[in-house]
């Protein structure tokens, strides 16, 4: 939690919980239209972002890497692999791994901090929004043009491990287009 009284102060505290960021392991419950999930995020000191997605009985369904603007999403379920750019997989790439877990990322202007953490951001090509505006964030909702994902972050750990673009089976099918 923060311990500032006003946006300015929350602003301060954030970019510094950023620059001191080791990593970071959130159990999170993750609703799109066509999929509410229980999910794994992990973001590493780097900025690299790892979510798997569990079925409810624990098997792994899916999971998206994001390295900076490069995505990966494995169809585990499916067998199929994708790999693109961010704004292809919902806006998930880029600064956005950091601001799922409400910190800011580098060189982002478009944030609006209430006093207990960030209340939204807009990006060129998505809005994000947090209820409530506290840190660490509860509800965090993505919205790009007609995609709509909500995050519900119900634990969360420091996890300093670096995270590695995952292995690919070889029997998945390629370039199969996500149902992001």
């Not at 392991?25 to 509410?36: D, E, G, N, V």
């Not at 965090?140 to 300093?160: C, K, T």
Request: proline share 9%; hydrophobic share 35%.
């Amino acid at each position: 939690m923060l311990t500032s009284t006003s946006p300015a102060e929350a602003a301060r505290q954030l970019a510094q919980r950023r620059a001191e960021f080791r990593g970071e392991r959130s159990l999170i419950r993750l609703k799109m239209p066509q999929l509410s999930a229980r999910a794994q995020l992990q973001i590493d000191s780097g900025g690299r972002m790892l979510m798997t997605i569990y079925s409810p009985i624990g098997t792994t369904l899916a999971r998206l890497y994001a390295e900076g603007d490069d995505v990966i999403f494995l169809n585990d379920f499916e067998a199929t692999v994708s790999r693109g750019k961010a704004k292809d997989f919902g806006a998930l790439g880029g600064p956005v791994p950091f601001l799922l877990i409400g910190l800011p990322g580098t060189g982002q202007e478009a944030i609006t901090y209430g006093p207990a953490g960030i209340e939204s951001v807009r990006l060129s090509d998505a809005t994000i929004n947090y209820d409530p505006p506290v840190y660490p964030p509860k509800r965090v909702v993505v919205d790009q043009g007609s995609r709509h994902i909500e995050i519900e972050h119900l634990e969360s750990f420091v996890d300093p491990s670096t995270l590695e673009a995952p292995e690919i089976p070889g029997k998945y099918r390629c370039c199969v287009p996500p149902p992001l």
